[in-house]
């Protein structure tokens, strides 16, 4: 009996990605597997809804704002806008992708932390947290490094990223330093709140031996709960994020509304579908996190004490896939071994449903996952062409030149068998969350297609008998209808044209798997075929690991200082005269400058534009410009930029700068003295 009944919604959910960086193959390791999972799903019958969206807050979204001289709020939409772009690109269909920023998730989150405060989960305590007395304020997570008591490695504020991997709750650190300034942190008292975790042992324990999902999650939560559980403290000292109710001065931790967005995105579906949301948090629905393997604390521990406390559903399974390598190399971005999505992958023409195929397929979900150049167009040429693809092209291009159409033919019970035994095994291995187990066996069928077509040998047989070929290439037909159903979860979009070139008229995407078992029609009209896997071809996977290289190389170079400190960036997509009319560029004076006490990067300025006021505008040029060189200074400044707060300061507009091989700012001047206030352009 399959563990999704029928009458029981489904919510899929995938851990959300962070919008500080661009997507890359380890972020795909979650996403399509999760998405195969849905697709499947529907092909069984099952109702089932799918979100997602952008992890928005946290201290290394303002970290990365305050580098670029930007805000949060503009930065998370450029990488909001990259993912919901990507994911679209390879396939991966959510029903609602929102942001842990929009207003549902805030008010979500408020009302789920009133609600834990209200039933006595919630208190407060005074800690000690780090503070720098050169910047002048409390510093949170990314905003310190030191030494994990743990391990003794080198950690930050929340995380020993570097080594034992713990959590790390604000004031553990020892020998804590300021990572904006690089000087000495102290410890100072402060009030903050916390979630009693502690509490939820005894539930958690009996949550997790019926939990759901892939067995590596359950044991890890289960191996952490066995130890002491100790509260969290869930605010922080930041301006951004969800507000803490009842102090300005705090925001949650980003680990309280992030996965509140799985919620949050669930009530926008709902709205925007006329639905209910509470059919999934209320009720009984069969809830489903796919994440990553780094997350499991927080989704198997932390999020379904969190959601009892405050009265809502539990989730009903977990799935955590392995780590992801490059070219038997740890992932690591800095050092290069990564692969891009972008312009690694699809900006090179491969085709999003290879990338599918081969996370799919490569190695048990929970196990790690190597990417491999190499092992990725053995994959592809040996498997979806020389086997799949093989098959299907032989079968349609048979029939097209020998009977333009679906001929006659008895459908076997023989090949009914095997594709309702293949049916059924599929189905098992998605139901356990085995998607390499599915690839294979589906693979497996096309292998028994390829030996029925080459063991009748209907070239021969159209000679003697075109009756006895005809009902051979229906079976084969069959075969390739049931393979287009079950390969469409993990390659939709080539099983789109697949499809279409065995004569279906219904929509591939929403046929179920037991239409594979319903008898092809014969006289169904068919067009020449086209190839639908092109062999990858050794010179492109030597350009790929060329790329690759070099990539390692100019890392090793930037951190051993030999190589070039800068690249030059490629130039940005065309504008027209418009856009760049929409501009106003201005010469301004800089009357004032001082710098900004909580920020070791910023000046704020007073700029004579030839306006009856001065403009203040804050400028990321503290590390290069000493306040009293840049008074009387002409500079270029764009003046109708939308307003932004940086480092609690107002800024109305931004100082024009360009950037040398050492990092320093370069202001934009004109040439001679001008009026304040002169247009440019």
């Given at each position: ?409 008895e459908i076997k019970k023989e090949t009914l068998d ?41 070239w021969k047989l159209v000679k003697e008998d075109k ?215």
């Amino acid at each position: 009996m399959s563990q999704f009944p029928s009458d029981k919604p489904v919510l899929v959910t995938c851990g959300l990605p962070y919008a500080n960086g661009m997507a890359h193959v380890g972020h795909l390791r979650t996403y399509i597997p999760a998405d195969i999972f849905v697709r499947s799903l529907k092909k069984m019958g099952q109702e089932v809804t799918f979100v997602c969206g952008s992890d928005t807050h946290g201290t290394p979204i303002v970290f990365n704002a305050e580098e670029l001289n930007t805000t949060p709020k503009e930065l998370i939409k450029i990488y909001h806008k990259h993912f919901d772009e990507t994911f679209k690109k390879v396939g991966v269909k959510f029903d609602a992708f929102g942001t842990t920023d929009d207003p549902t998730n805030h008010n979500r989150t408020t009302d789920i932390v009133n609600k834990l405060i209200e039933n006595g989960y919630v208190f407060p305590k005074t800690i000690e947290i780090a503070y720098c007395s050169s910047c002048d304020r409390f510093l949170p997570d990314r905003y310190v490094k030191g030494v994990c008591p743990h391990c003794k490695k080198e950690a930050r504020g929340d995380e020993c990223d570097q080594g034992c991997g713990k959590h790390l709750e604000p004031g553990e650190l020892e020998s804590p330093t300021c990572t904006t300034c690089g000087g000495p942190a102290e410890y100072r008292k402060q009030e903050h709140f916390f979630f009693k975790l502690s509490e939820f042992k005894d539930f958690l324990i009996e949550h997790l031996e019926k939990l759901g999902g892939t067995t590596n999650a359950r044991n890890y939560a289960l191996g952490w709960i066995k130890q002491e559980l100790t509260d969290w403290c869930i605010t922080r000292n930041l301006e951004w994020g969800v507000k803490f109710p009842g102090h300005d001065d705090l925001v949650v931790y980003v680990w309280v509304d992030a996965p509140i967005g799985y919620i949050a995105f669930t009530e926008e579906w709902a709205e925007a579908n006329n639905e209910s949301w509470e059919k999934f948090w209320k009720d009984d629905g069969r809830i489903v996190h796919f994440i990553g393997g780094d997350i499991i604390y927080h989704h198997c521990i932390f999020w379904p004490a969190m959601l009892k406390g405050a009265g809502y559903s539990q989730p009903w399974a977990v799935v955590a896939s392995g780590m992801v390598k490059i070219e038997d190399k740890t992932f690591s971005k800095s050092r290069g071994y990564v692969v891009w999505v972008g312009e690694d992958y699809l900006d090179h023409g491969f085709h999003p449903d290879l990338l599918r195929y081969y996370l799919a397929s490569y190695t048990s979900h929970t196990k790690e996952l190597n990417f491999s150049w190499k092992v990725f167009q053995d994959k592809i040429n040996t498997e979806l062409v020389g086997v799949f693809g093989n098959f299907l092209y032989r079968t349609l291009l048979f029939t097209f030149k020998n009977f333009k159409e679906i001929p006659e033919g008895e459908i076997k019970k023989e090949t009914l068998d095997e594709i309702a035994k293949t049916i059924e095994s599929t189905n098992e291995a998605m139901e356990n969350y085995e998607f390499k187990k599915y690839a294979d066996t589906a693979m497996a069928l096309a292998s028994y297609g390829n030996t029925y077509f080459q063991s009748n040998e209907p070239w021969k047989l159209v000679k003697e008998d075109k009756d006895a070929c005809g009902e051979v290439i229906a079976n084969c037909i069959q075969i390739a209808k049931a393979l287009c159903l079950l390969f469409e979860p993990i390659l939709p979009e080539k099983m789109e044209d697949a499809w279409e070139q065995i004569g279906m008229e219904t929509d591939v995407h929403t046929a179920g798997y037991a239409e594979g078992l319903v008898p092809v029609v014969s006289g169904t009209a068919l067009a020449k075929p086209s190839i639908l896997f092109e062999k990858i071809e050794d010179e492109k996977t030597e350009e790929m690991e060329a790329i690759a290289t070099g990539r390692v190389k100019a890392a090793m170079e930037k951190e051993s200082g030999t190589g070039k400190k800068k690249e030059i960036k490629e130039m940005k997509e065309l504008i027209t005269f418009d856009d760049f009319s929409k501009l106003d560029l201005r010469v301004g004076t800089i009357v004032n400058a001082e710098k900004i006490k909580k920020s070791k990067k910023l000046l704020r300025l007073e700029v004579d534009l030839g306006e009856e006021n001065l403009r203040q505008v804050v400028a990321g040029i503290a590390l290069t410009h000493d306040p009293e060189d840049v008074k009387g200074k002409q500079v270029i400044v764009l003046v109708n930029l939308e307003p932004a707060k940086l480092c609690g300061v107002e800024s109305h507009g931004m100082v024009l700068a360009g950037v040398d091989d050492e990092g320093n700012a370069i202001l934009l001047q004109p040439e001679k003295e001008a009026d304040a206030g002169t247009n440019i352009g």
